[in-house]
């Protein structure tokens, strides 16, 4: 069994920023890459970032200049560095990690951008 615990959700003014975390642990663990989606009130769950196990990124248009994916030296964390925040992020964040078996979600953060 895999576990993955996302934390730093919140509530922020719009151009703020926030940090997200998301540990992955457990027996069947294996390291694979990993990616944030999210999922805003009445909308379908969207693709925001991901990073491969070499470090190579990717990311949304809807994102990109402004949010930054990275990885802990010991590969089982991922962060989400969220910069220049607007209303339109507010969403439930969510992990995922992605193996040849399987892929894993966490139980997701609240991210709200409001003033």
């Known amino acids: 069994q895999v576990q993955l615990v996302e934390s730093g959700g919140g509530l922020v003014q719009p151009g703020g920023s926030l940090r997200l975390s998301c540990a992955a642990s457990?027996?069947?663990?294996?390291?694979?890459?990993m990616a944030w989606h999210r999922q805003a009130p009445g909308k379908q769950r969207e693709w925001v970032a991901a990073i491969t196990t070499s470090g190579n990124t990717i990311y949304a248009d809807s994102v990109k200049g402004r949010f930054t994916i990275s990885r802990g030296s010991a590969k089982n964390t991922v962060y989400l560095q969220m910069n220049s925040l607007k209303p339109e992020d507010t969403a439930v964040y969510y992990c995922k990690l992605i193996t040849a078996g399987s892929n894993y979600w966490g139980q997701g953060t609240q991210v709200t951008v409001s003033s």
């Open positions: 457990g027996s069947a663990f294996s390291i694979g890459a």
